[in-house]
């Protein structure tokens, strides 16, 4: 089945930190760039990171860069996430895209004291 699976997401404090996941099956990972995309409740969705295929380059939105770093794992098919000093306002659900598949669900990230 083709498809992604987001997790790792939780309640985390503001200043925290958290890794999120994302698998990939059913095509070949290893051949395409990799992004993470966030949904806040009632904003649309937007881009958060992209990694190049071989994870040598990457790009990030201006509201996460310095705090945010996307890493892959090909031979896992995997796709991270690693989130630092979170604020309030990176509360929302994230997805990671890939190949073309469809949006999966997702994992909610909270950020709240």
């Known amino acids: 089945q083709v498809q992604l699976v987001e997790s790792g997401g939780g309640l985390v404090q503001p200043g925290g930190s958290l890794r999120l996941s994302c698998v990939a099956s059913g095509f070949d990972f290893s051949m395409y760039r990799a992004s993470w995309y966030r949904q806040a409740p009632g904003k649309e969705r937007e881009w958060v990171a992209t990694?190049?295929?071989?994870?040598?380059?990457?790009n990030y939105a201006d509201s996460v860069k310095g705090r945010f770093t996307i890493s892959r794992a090909n031979a896992q098919n995997t796709v991270y996430l690693q989130m630092g000093d979170v604020k309030p306002e990176d509360t929302a659900v994230y997805y990671c895209k890939a190949g073309g598949v469809d949006w999966g669900q997702g994992t909610q990230v909270t950020v709240s004291s």
């Open positions: 990694i190049s295929i071989a994870g040598t380059n990457t």
